[in-house]
């Protein structure tokens, strides 16, 4: 019973360089978030999801894109890393429905961008 | 611009006493406010939530105060235990909305 796994737990990227955080969760929840945590800022929203196939922007979406080719899956991306997006990023997925529906939370995704 | 404004940042109790942890909001149509509760090393998890037709919530040690006029709610921790010591997140979203918006967190720290 994993619950919400992300991949890799943690990473060091050159300015520049691009790659993808993985989201994997076997709940089958139709809700899919990227949110950033830095210190003193608390967890900021980068992109969601309601649904296979549909992404939308959250707070501070710029420098990432996002997809979700299958429900269980939620890919955030880096084309090309900035020192500003060192920072712990967590995936979160939700069941449908409104109101009183949790977020489930992975462990993060510690990110260092020199 | 913070939609949510959390204190203390920081908060040091000892074992036993009473945790208190205040939230802040400016949008109205905010319509439901869950805490979150997160350890070193691993993500938040929801600790307890309110709906704003209720004043308080209680959940064995945990309780939310609201106050809808003030736009204010408020998390209590009675007869704090060292392994309440964590970061606690406030946060708010609109019941039929996807978003949540978050605290900037306080880290608690209760000792023996």
């Known amino acids: 019973n994993a619950g919400v796994t992300q991949t890799p737990k943690f990473r060091v990227l050159k300015t520049g360089q691009s790659m993808t955080l993985l989201c994997a969760q076997d709940?089958?929840?139709?809700?899919m978030y990227w949110y950033r945590q830095d210190p003193g800022m608390g967890l900021r929203l980068i992109h969601y999801s309601v649904g296979e196939g549909t992404t939308a922007k959250g707070e501070v979406p710029d420098g990432y894109n996002v997809s979700r080719l299958k429900k269980q899956n939620f890919l955030l991306g880096l084309e090309s890393a900035a020192p500003s997006q060192t920072s712990v990023y967590f995936c979160a997925s939700r069941p449908p429905g409104r109101g009183l529906q949790p977020q489930h939370f992975g462990d993060g995704t510690r990110l260092s961008i020199l | 611009q913070q939609q949510v404004k959390q204190s203390p940042q920081s908060l040091i109790v000892q074992k036993g006493g009473i945790s208190i942890i205040n939230c802040a909001y400016e949008?109205?149509?905010?319509?439901?406010f869950p805490w979150y509760q997160q350890f070193p090393g691993k993500g938040p998890a929801l600790l307890i939530a309110?709906?704003?037709?209720?004043s308080e919530k209680k959940e064995g040690r945990f309780t939310i105060s609201f106050n809808k006029s003030a736009k204010q709610f408020s998390l209590h921790i009675m007869d704090s235990q060292p392994g309440d010591s964590a970061t606690y997140f406030c946060a708010a979203s609109i019941w039929s909305g996807n978003q949540f918006y978050f605290g900037t967190g306080t880290s608690l720290t209760v000792i023996p």
């Open positions: 949008n109205t149509a905010f319509d439901y």
């Open positions: 309110i709906r704003p037709d209720v």
């Open positions: 709940m089958n929840h139709e809700y």
